[in-house]
């Protein structure tokens, strides 16, 4: 499976941007996709995910500003990121876990987002 990630950038706080990531190769019919993010030094954490089936979650700390919808015709991902925070700024990453088979995880190459204060 491969990941390729767009979007991300600088911008200011209070500001927005959306990123995609569209998926390819052997997808299995189950299947979550999402993204998470990473400040040096920190672990890895989950900002949304939403699966195939309908089911979406979000990070607290991004609820009721971050929005994820996915196209699953197009295997393709969208995260709307809306009043950005300095602190959201992280590389984002872009993953996909397919849920039956090997189960495996897999990640796009990550997109730096910065917000400005």
């Known amino acids: 499976v491969q990941l390729q990630a767009y979007g991300g950038g600088l911008v200011q706080a209070g500001g927005s941007l959306r990123l995609s990531c569209a998926a390819s190769g052997s997808i299995s019919r189950l299947n979550v996709m999402g993204w998470h993010r990473q400040i040096p030094g920190n672990k890895r954490e989950l900002v949304a995910q939403?699966?195939?089936?309908?089911?979406?979650n979000y990070a607290d700390s991004v609820k009721g500003r971050f929005t994820i919808s996915r196209d699953n015709a197009k295997n393709t991902v969208y995260l709307e990121m809306n009043a950005l925070k300095p602190e959201d700024t992280a590389v984002y990453y872009c993953?996909?876990?397919?849920?039956?088979?090997?189960?495996?995880?897999?990640w796009g190459q990550g997109t730096q987002v910065t917000v400005s204060s």
């Open positions: 939403f699966y195939n089936t309908g089911g979406i």
């Open positions: 993953n996909l876990r397919n849920l039956l088979g090997s189960g495996q995880s897999y």
